[in-house]
């Protein structure tokens, strides 16, 4: 299609009409670059984590000092899990946070 186009603006333009011979994959309405990615699983896997870090109540907190001073909390609660044909059952969930010294 864009060959078509550029001859098109050519004739306009009131050049010569030479025969141009191109390969028909050429004239396919196919974009030339790498194919587009597949962000449906990476779109997801963002939005779980997005409600995953505003839930209000984490749950019950635990605390650890490591030996450089940084601090890890980790909070545990209980979470609903299943789907797909899969009944629902309750799950430990945990959230981590590193943090600095």
Request: glycine share 8%; charged share 25%; proline share 6%.
């Amino acid at each position: 299609i864009a060959l078509r186009k550029v001859a098109a603006v050519q004739n306009h333009l009131g050049w010569n009409a030479t025969r141009t011979a191109v390969p028909a994959w050429m004239l396919e309405d196919k974009p030339c670059g790498a194919p587009r990615a597949d962000l449906d699983s990476r779109t997801m896997l963002l939005d779980k984590a997005r409600t995953e870090f505003s839930i209000a109540n984490r749950g019950k907190m635990s605390e650890f000092i490591l030996p450089n001073k940084e601090r890890i909390q980790i909070w545990r609660r209980s979470e609903a899990c299943g789907g797909a044909g899969v009944s629902s059952q309750k799950v430990p969930a945990l959230q981590g946070e590193v943090c600095g010294p």
